[in-house]
């Protein structure tokens, strides 16, 4: 193809130019892409885990008032001892249920 009196014409010259000049264009989008992604897998990691989180406190906090309210309700009655045992216990069920690693979370 390039022998001694091959020479390319500028038109030729050209296309090959514009050629190397997209190929280069093509690697540099397909690795811009995949630090797209790779950044939108992380940003969704992130907010999963923050939604998680989220999800997690609303409940402890719904909990902690039910809790309250409970107290505040009963504030003239004289508590049971059993009573509050068990309304503990429910508490702790629930925030261990809440806040224990999950198997999904451990990847």
């Given amino acids: 193809m390039f022998g001694k009196g091959a020479r390319l014409s500028p038109l030729e010259a050209r296309k090959r130019l514009l050629i190397a000049e997209?190929?280069?264009?093509?690697?540099?989008?397909?690795?811009?892409?995949a630090t797209l992604a790779a950044g939108v897998?992380?940003?969704?990691?992130q907010a999963g885990t923050l939604g998680t989180t989220v999800s997690s406190s609303?409940?402890?906090?719904?909990g902690l008032s039910a809790l309250r309210r409970g107290r505040s309700a009963e504030k003239g009655a004289k508590r049971s001892w059993l009573k509050t045992i068990?309304?503990?216990?429910?508490l702790i069920s629930i925030l261990w249920r809440e806040l224990r690693p999950r198997e999904r979370d451990k990847d």
């Fill in 41 to 45: 897998r992380q940003f969704r990691d």
């Fill in 22 to 33: 997209s190929e280069l264009n093509r690697a540099h989008l397909t690795r811009d892409m």
């Fill in 86 to 90: 068990f309304k503990s216990a429910g």
């Fill in 58 to 62: 609303v409940k402890v906090v719904a």
